[in-house]
């Protein structure tokens, strides 16, 4: 019985089960096999590293130092998944950004789904898991997917309790408190200017009070006394000057990330790729619709349109603010794409015979290395030759079954699909391949275990290690590494008989030191790849010994 209940589940949701299987394999397949060697992706694993040490949970620091750039959320989650190993992984850094990732994918599914139809609600899902930025970010340790995920989920609540139940905006508060908990008040502005600017246009300023208030004032009450508390232990001055840096210097005049007003007209054409020629489409689509009344494009058209602007119109600009953009942004192109599919886009006509060509020329240009691609990988053997002759067969025959029913636009987006996802792993196999011989961290933690021994064994400090190289070393050996900051501490370091010790110096930093530091019980070894080179600097009867 069981089993015929899911034939009859899998049967009638198909779509949903391949985008879930789609969405596991893109921001899972692999996804702690590529070491720490970002800088800000360095930043918030140790941050948490330094935090699950001292147990402070409250006032994070870096390398001994108060950090207050931040709020504290995704350090709190990145400590939580690595609370079981007592250390901070990539796989645990990058854990909560790509369940972030994941669960915003369900969402856009459900949401698509209840308001649209199953199969724009796939495609939207879609658009989104494989938009480059989207997917990068998910796969990243970075506070911004779970930002994206908090606002579309405000944004989604709100928008259930309008058209629904409004119980549902009980949620829409508790997502905009975790969205200021993880990157600040920027939040507030997109969540409340979407739903303002959308409850203008349908002239409905009454929902406006009823939309629960009463919940959001707990919530605030509760922030302002975390903040009480947090400012009890730090200070007022240096929480104020924080919040006036990392809010408002940003929105007008930045102290770094800087851009001028065209800056995202300019860089979303390759951050949303390969999405990104139907983007003027999609928002002449999303114009087309506000115009003709329909209700749940005007809402997702807001939602782009207000961020968008926002965006624009800030300093501070960086691709991964972009973001909470994208959702919204899926969905109108699953709108369209549904449409052109179906055949029901008639006006203007141009629209959808434009979208069509898009469809057409790109799958047609990925479809050339998913034929020859077997060929290539087995080196032009006679197995990688036949596999390229069945998938070319399959692919003639498939379109000429679409053919047949006068839809072969819908065999080319299912080729787009395919070779989409197929290139994204290539991608991020590849990707995986560079970190383990490429990166200097999966260099130096190899290195000193396959030559020197048990790392346990050593005490190791580090000479005058920069702080993105401080990094580096504490996150990829999985240990804080003290800092010696002069010669004389180096010395008496070395020449302490009661441990074993290793110390790490930067290969060039090394080379002006080395006549006051070596000696004959002395020996070095050199860690170097094209950007950082080190020296281990280790007592010679304590080498290993094959």
């Not at 709100?158 to 200021?180: D, P, R, V, W």
């Not at 005049?253 to 001028?260: A, G």
């Not at 790109?362 to 479809?367: E, L, P, Q, Y």
């Not at 400090?461 to 240990?479: F, H, P, Q, R, S």
Request: net charge positive; proline share 4%; with cysteine.
């Amino acid at each position: 019985m069981e089993t015929n209940q899911l034939r009859v589940f899998v049967k009638q949701n198909y779509l949903f089960c391949i985008l879930m299987g789609i969405s596991i394999f893109l921001f899972f397949f692999e996804l702690g096999s590529r070491s720490f060697e970002i800088k800000d992706a360095r930043r918030f694993a140790e941050i948490t590293q330094e935090m699950m040490q001292d147990g402070n949970w409250l006032v994070l620091h870096k390398h001994g130092e108060i950090y207050l750039n931040k709020p504290p959320m995704l350090m709190w989650l990145i400590a939580l998944f690595s609370s079981t190993g007592h250390k901070v992984t990539p796989l645990t850094a990058r854990l909560p950004s790509a369940i972030a990732g994941f669960s915003s994918i369900l969402m856009v599914y459900y949401f698509t789904q209840r308001f649209f139809n199953q199969r724009t609600a796939f495609i939207a899902a879609f658009i989104l898991a494989t938009s480059h930025r989207y997917f990068w970010y998910g796969r990243s340790a970075f506070p911004d997917m779970l930002f994206t995920l908090f606002i579309a989920l405000a944004i989604f609540f709100f928008y259930l309790g309008y058209k629904q139940n409004k119980e549902f905006y009980i949620g829409m508060h508790f997502s905009m408190f975790s969205a200021t908990f993880t990157k600040g008040p920027l939040g507030i502005i997109f969540i409340l200017g979407t739903i303002v600017v959308f409850l203008t246009f349908q002239r409905d300023f009454k929902a406006i009070k009823e939309l629960k208030w009463q919940w959001g004032s707990i919530l605030m009450m509760i922030m302002v006394g975390i903040c009480i508390a947090y400012c009890l232990k730090i200070g007022f001055e240096p929480f104020i000057t924080t919040v006036k840096r990392e809010f408002l210097t940003r929105i007008n005049k930045p102290v770094n990330n800087s851009e001028p007003f065209h800056y995202y007209f300019v860089n979303i054409w390759a951050d949303f790729l390969p999405w990104s020629l139907f983007i003027p489409f999609a928002a002449m689509y999303g114009y087309k619709k506000w115009r003709a009344g329909d209700e749940h494009i005007t809402f997702i058209f807001c939602w782009a349109v207000l961020v968008f602007t926002f965006l624009c119109v800030a300093k501070a600009k960086h691709p991964r603010y972009m973001l909470p953009l994208y959702p919204a942004l899926s969905i109108l192109m699953a709108a369209l794409i549904h449409d052109t599919l179906q055949g029901s886009v008639t006006q203007p006509s141009w629209l959808s015979v434009s979208v069509r060509w898009i469809i057409y020329s790109t799958a047609g240009m990925i479809a050339v290395p998913l034929v020859v691609g077997s060929a290539y990988f087995f080196n032009y053997s006679w197995v990688g030759i036949a596999i390229s002759i069945v998938i070319l067969l399959i692919i003639v025959k498939v379109f000429l079954s679409f053919h047949h029913k006068k839809r072969p636009v819908n065999v080319y987006f299912t080729i787009f699909i395919l070779t989409t996802v197929m290139g994204w792993g290539i991608y991020v196999h590849c990707l995986t391949i560079h970190s383990q011989n490429e990166t200097f961290g999966t260099k130096l933690a190899y290195t000193i275990e396959k030559d020197l021994g048990d790392l346990n064994t050593y005490q190791i400090c580090g000479y005058e290690l920069g702080g993105a190289l401080w990094d580096i070393v504490n996150l990829n050996l999985k240990m804080h590494v003290p800092m010696i900051k002069s010669i004389q501490e180096l010395k008496t370091f070395i020449d302490t008989p009661d441990h074993k010790p290793l110390c790490i110096i930067e290969k060039k930093i090394f080379e002006k030191i080395k006549d006051h530091v070596l000696d004959d019980t002395l020996n070095t070894l050199d860690v170097c790849t094209k950007k950082r080179q080190v020296t281990l600097v280790f007592k010679r009867n304590q080498q290993k010994i094959d």
